[in-house]
């Protein structure tokens, strides 16, 4: 696929479909060797794609090859590549300053970042932030204050949940084995209830969570942990690595009432959901329900690590020095912080939400000419699309790469799309068109669709 680079702020631009060369290109397989012998072998490459640079939705690799981005660093690169008001915001401060402890000092790009994240919370409280490196620093921060704040040691999470792998984090992530196995012992007083894994298009199955608020009430909170004991319920309103499943609103409702009843704190994990992806600030949005501690990172700087914790006022009252970051806050991590919510608040969570419509509309309707396809679900541009097997999955995420579309795996069976916050309707139509070709070339037309009931 040929794709051509705006001069402008625009992303780049598509034209005719062509390859340039075999994939992987020699130079990418001169360095993926280079790698074999150096990297942790415990990092899992998709396919062997060697990045060289992007600009707007798309990515070049090293041999000149062109790529339809639709995995954006996993929900990371919310502005595209390069977006020329983050790169500056980039530039100046590292002329300015780079790096001074927030733990220790105060800096302005610091707080002008955590302004703008206390005016977004997804609550009527007036809100407090920290700053992280990382989603899994938010979790874990999160974690801390719930404990410190409620003085109990409990937490409940979901079965399917990824939020990290520091271990307070991993010991909440329920989504593959090979995650936790090896690890142990992690925290104690962590249990995982049942997700209401709803699927709305071809199977239908599921319904609105009552069977799982039944589960938490009964099985978790009634035998394993007493309410008074537990800091903390921890949820993806979307299961990000678990396999994009939304939580019914109905659900997290019920959650919200099991936590004001008993004093508990309801945490957000939103750091793949959040930043207008879904077409608001927060997933949790969409449900009309308040948490008490969200978490954020991904989007947040369109690429540089950041990440962050925002509570409640009432909630974030532990005194100084019970919880800090060297580098946490950066000056030039919060500069294209700033500079990526002034862009995603300015137009980029309309796009989302109209782009993630039409992306859904076009998904839907290549499964439904080519088959194989057990669902589709999303909100915004955070879809998924289940196949009846992890090989068919795989299989077609293959095939995608081939045809110069990046996207990813997640959860037993699924490819996730979730492509820039900046695509367009010319982007989200080629992507249509190459994950149908990717779809006719990686999968049988019926396989498993009639054992599932489609």
């Known amino acids: 696929m040929t794709l051509e680079a705006s001069p402008s702020s625009a992303p780049a631009r598509m034209t005719a479909p062509q390859i340039i060369t075999e994939l992987p290109g020699p130079r990418a397989r001169a360095m993926i060797a280079r790698d074999a012998a150096v990297v942790s072998p415990s990092l ?32 990371v690169c919310s502005t595209g590549h390069g977006h020329p008001d983050v790169v500056a915001a980039i530039k100046e401060q590292a002329d300015r300053l780079i790096h ?238 700033a500079a990526t919510l002034k862009l995603i608040e300015g137009g980029l969570i309309e796009n989302a939400a109209r782009m993630g419509a039409r992306l859904r509309a076009g998904i839907e309707r290549v499964a439904a000419e080519h088959g194989g396809v057990r669902d589709v679900r999303g909100m915004g541009l955070m879809i998924g699309v289940e196949f009846a097997s992890h090989e068919a999955a795989d299989a077609v995420e293959q095939a995608a790469f081939q045809r110069g579309l990046l996207v990813l795996e997640c959860g037993e069976a699924a490819i996730r799309l979730c492509p820039p916050l900046i695509v367009d309707e010319e982007a989200v139509d080629t992507a249509v068109a190459l994950f149908g070709e990717a779809m006719a070339a990686g999968v049988r037309p019926t396989e498993g669709v009639e054992e599932v009931g489609g």
Not at 47 to 74: C, H, K, Q, W
């Open 44 to 75: 899992t490459r998709a396919y062997p794609l060697v990045a060289e640079s992007g600009r707007g939705y798309v990515v070049t690799d090293v041999d000149g090859n062109r790529f339809l981005d639709f995995a954006a660093g996993i929900a």
């Open 100 to 337: 001074i402890a927030a733990t220790d000092f105060y800096e302005p790009r610091y707080l002008e970042l955590t302004e703008h994240l206390a005016r977004i919370a997804p609550f009527d409280e007036p809100a407090r932030v920290f700053l992280t490196n990382s989603g899994t620093e938010a979790v874990e921060g999160a974690i801390k204050l719930a404990r410190y704040h409620t003085h109990r040691p409990g937490l409940i999470a979901f079965e399917g949940a990824f939020h990290g792998r520091t271990m307070g984090a991993l010991s909440l992530t329920n989504s593959k084995i090979k995650q936790r196995a090896g690890f142990g012992p992690l925290l104690p007083m962590v249990h995982h209830s049942s997700f209401p894994r709803v699927r709305a298009w071809r199977e239908g199955s599921g319904g609105d969570g009552s069977a799982e608020l039944e589960f938490l009430h009964k099985s978790i909170l009634g035998r394993l942990l007493a309410p008074r004991d537990v800091a903390a319920i921890v949820i993806e309103p979307i299961q990000g690595e678990g396999g994009y499943f939304p939580a019914p609103a109905a659900f997290l409702r019920g959650l919200r009432e099991i936590c004001d009843e008993h004093g508990i704190m309801l945490i957000a994990d939103e750091i793949q959901s959040g930043m207008g992806r879904t077409g608001r600030w927060w997933a949790i949005e969409h449900s009309g329900v308040e948490p008490d501690i969200v978490t954020t990172a991904k989007g947040i700087a369109s690429g540089m690590p950041l990440g962050a914790f925002i509570a409640r006022d009432s909630v974030m009252s532990w005194p100084p020095g019970a919880h800090g970051s060297t580098f946490a806050g950066n000056p030039v991590c919060a500069a294209a912080g």
